[in-house]
């Protein structure tokens, strides 16, 4: 009778050690998923060599001020363009300094989510989905750009945003860097234990969408990657409707792949191939 008694002592220890780090993941779940790091910027004064930078700000449509950059080819347009996606805990500064070699001779936006940077507000799936559709219209309409030429790129975190904006906008092509088929799988691969479909409120299933998207898609991967395993893009790439190439970088890992000169030489032929295609 004292086993018995125990056991189920030890069983409502163990269930409610699981109930408690269950709620605590679900009440974390923003700061885990998103992890904005306060306003710190990355490049302090950033400005491309290559095109005319600006800062910008943007208002979402419940008025939220959003803030980023604007960079322009120092020549007359119309020009391509290009709207960037972050990743996780990532201020995008860095992708105006480095938008000469990774957009040359294009248009880029590259604008903080919601509690990035300088922009107000909280993060949500919602939101930056909503918010990309309204970035990519914004650069869309702008008088030196295309809006017929107008593409997505989206690093990890972001490749989620640039999935859903890509499938709700024409875009021209669709640039995804160590892309996932969905934050819900990830979080069923770490956390196993716990009930994750049920509380987890910020999804980013992109591989329910990747099929509707008619651009044409560049993947980058990770040579390592420990965040955003091979697998879980393995499942993504098998349901994008026009593939142009899968591709690992050499020496690259999560964190630093979007900054090599070898994948920013990648992205900038792919884009520019597409956008400048050789005449017949």
């Known amino acids: 009778m004292n086993n018995s008694k125990k056991v189920a002592g030890l069983a409502g220890v163990v269930s409610v050690l699981w109930m408690g780090l269950t709620a605590a993941v679900a009440a974390n779940q923003k700061r885990l998923l998103f992890n904005p790091l306060g306003s710190k910027r990355e490049v302090l004064k950033p400005y491309s060599t290559g095109h005319r930078t600006r800062p910008i700000v943007v208002r979402a449509k419940d008025g939220t001020r959003l803030s980023g950059w604007l960079?322009?080819?120092?020549?007359?347009?119309?020009?391509?363009?290009?709207?960037?996606?972050?990743?996780?805990?990532?201020e995008v500064s860095w992708v105006a300094r480095d938008a000469g070699k990774l957009f040359p001779g294009m248009a880029v936006l590259a604008v903080n989510y919601r509690g990035y940077g300088d922009s107000h507000g909280d993060p949500a799936e919602?939101?930056?989905?909503?918010?990309?559709?309204?970035?990519?219209?914004?650069?869309?309409?702008?008088?030196?750009?295309?809006?017929?030429?107008?593409?997505v790129v989206g690093r990890s975190l972001g490749s989620g945003v640039a999935v859903q904006v890509a499938m709700e906008r024409d875009a021209h092509s669709i640039v995804l860097i160590t892309p996932y088929d969905s934050i819900l799988a990830l979080?069923?691969?770490?956390f196993k234990t716990?009930?994750?479909?049920?509380?987890?409120?910020?999804?980013?299933?992109?591989v329910k969408y990747a099929h509707q998207i008619k651009a044409p898609a560049y993947v980058l991967r990770a040579a390592v990657d420990d965040i955003v395993p091979h697998s879980h893009t393995d499942q993504l790439v098998q349901k994008l409707g026009l593939l142009h190439a899968?591709?690992?970088?050499?020496?690259?890992?999560h964190l630093n792949i979007p900054?090599?000169?070898?994948?920013?030489?990648?992205?900038?032929s792919f884009l520019a191939s597409r956008f400048n295609p050789?005449?017949?």
């Open 126 to 151: 919602e939101h930056f989905v909503e918010d990309g559709r309204l970035l990519f219209d914004w650069l869309a309409e702008r008088h030196h750009v295309d809006p017929k030429r107008v593409a």
């Open 194 to 206: 716990l009930p994750v479909d049920y509380f987890l409120q910020h999804k980013f299933e992109s």
């Open 187 to 190: 979080a069923k691969r770490k």
């Open 71 to 90: 960079m322009t080819p120092p020549v007359k347009g119309p020009h391509p363009g290009v709207v960037y996606f972050g990743g996780r805990s990532e």
């Open 246 to 253: 899968d591709e690992i970088v050499p020496d690259s890992d």
């Open 259 to 268: 900054y090599l000169e070898s994948t920013q030489e990648r992205i900038a």
């Open 278 to 280: 050789p005449a017949a």
